[in-house]
């Protein structure tokens, strides 16, 4: 396995890889988890190189503290992507990333205005500026993303048609712990009282995925916004039931075949979010 820190030492490390690699391609922020390393071994099987980024974009935080307190553990990482198949990480720093400030914009529309953009102003423009770069340097054929962050697959899509862009996005399963609360980086920073009560999030979820038969989506979203916030040491910031293309809230189960439960909440001072099809 390769680790480049430079956009030359990447560059040198893929023209290694044989003349026009089919190469898949994983950006994560590191802090890696089963979730993480599922779609690591995906792309082992579907492509010739994988190829892995491990960088925390600070451009997509809106929020100062969760930039500081996000897990960082590149020693660990590193050990775990050699042992699942990985072939090239390319691991920067902002300076490599970022050599002067970004001054990309994009628009994607209702997409980013609804869920986690109404509560994380510049939050996915953040993303578009650090995916696009990255993409434009691993020129992957394949990259692949996880339903947990469900939106942000929209917003990737979206950018990827925007920009015609020649790489195939592949969607993967959120991955679970034995509790079903959804693997996440922040989890390590629960408290051991707020680790047990976490699964109750996806509890919530599959109950209302479950009671689309007795609730149209108006009144499952009352009930489920109730039962959230019965948990102890929570604050719901959001609870929608949408659209899974446009992302928009939906009035009738008919209005769209393809519908899911989005929820962001704090547990204690960590913001988790989760989603279920329904």
């Not at 960088?55 to 930039?67: G, H, K, M, S």
Request: charged letters at 25%; hydrophobic letters at 40%; one cysteine or more.
């Amino acid at each position: 396995m390769i680790l480049c820190q430079t956009k030359t030492e990447l560059q040198n490390a893929l023209k290694t890889q044989g003349a026009n690699p089919i190469i898949g391609f994983v950006p994560t922020m590191g802090a890696l988890h089963e979730g993480h390393l599922s779609l690591v071994r995906q792309a082992r099987r579907e492509n010739e190189v994988v190829v892995t980024s491990v960088y925390v974009n600070p451009i997509q935080f809106n929020n100062a503290e969760d930039l500081e307190k996000y897990p960082r553990n590149l020693e660990r990482d590193l050990d775990l992507l050699k042992d699942v198949g990985c072939d090239i990480v390319f691991a920067p720093d902002n300076a490599e990333m970022y050599p002067e400030k970004p001054t990309e914009t994009y628009n994607f529309g209702t997409l980013e205005t609804v869920m986690e953009g109404a509560f994380r102003p510049g939050h996915f423009n953040g993303v578009a500026v650090v995916v696009k770069r990255l993409f434009d340097l691993v020129k992957p054929t394949t990259a692949y993303f996880g339903e947990k962050d469900f939106q942000q697959l929209a917003i990737i899509r979206a950018l990827v048609e925007q920009e015609n862009l020649a790489v195939e996005i592949v969607a993967c399963p959120t991955v679970r712990e034995k509790d079903d609360l959804a693997m996440s980086s922040r989890n390590t920073r629960l408290s051991e009282d707020d680790r047990r009560i976490a699964p109750q999030i996806y509890k919530i979820l599959r109950d209302c995925r479950d009671l689309t038969d007795v609730f149209t989506p108006a009144p499952l979203k009352a009930f489920a916004e109730e039962q959230f916030r019965k948990i102890p040491r929570t604050k719901l910031e959001y609870f929608e039931i949408v659209n899974a293309k446009t992302l928009q809230p939906i009035v009738n189960w008919s209005d769209c075949p393809r519908r899911v439960a989005c929820v962001a909440i704090w547990l204690g001072e960590v913001r988790l979010i989760d989603n279920v099809k329904i």
